[in-house]
């Protein structure tokens, strides 16, 4: 059974950056496409990112391009999500996924179906 389990949120200035890591167990995640999504409160999912199996492909909403860089070191089973410049409206719980029942990337929300529990990010003004 596979387990994701992101870290690496918390409380943050605008402007700021953090490092979102996304620990894989269970099965080597090597083969498959991962992704970030967020998830703001009363708001659906939203899909931020999307990765390759092997990192050399990736995918952003509109809303991240330039501020969020996804990327995956397949030796340690890890996906990581970097933030810059943080917005107040980057405030969600940001959560890792993996495409295990289908290939390629998945550039939406619903293309997903192992997801981590989430970690918290927030963003003061």
């Known amino acids: 059974q596979v387990q994701l389990v992101e870290s690496g949120g918390g409380l943050a200035d605008a402007g700021g950056s953090l490092r979102l890591p996304c620990a894989a167990s269970?099965?080597?995640?090597?083969?498959?496409?991962m992704g970030w999504a967020r998830e703001a409160p009363v708001k659906v999912r939203e899909f931020v990112a999307a990765?390759?199996?092997?990192?050399?492909?990736?995918v952003y909403a509109d809303s991240v391009k330039g501020r969020f860089t996804i990327s995956r070191d397949n030796a340690m089973n890890t996906l990581y999500l970097q933030i810059d410049s943080l917005k107040p409206e980057d405030t969600a719980v940001y959560c890792c996924?993996?495409?295990?029942?289908?290939?390629?990337?998945?550039?939406?929300?619903?293309?997903?179906?192992?997801w981590g529990q989430g970690t918290q990010v927030t963003v003061s003004s």
């Open positions: 996924a993996a495409r295990l029942r289908n290939y390629g990337l998945g550039t939406t929300a619903a293309a997903y179906d192992t």
């Open positions: 269970g099965r080597s995640l090597s083969s498959y496409g």
């Open positions: 990765i390759s199996w092997r990192g050399g492909s990736t």
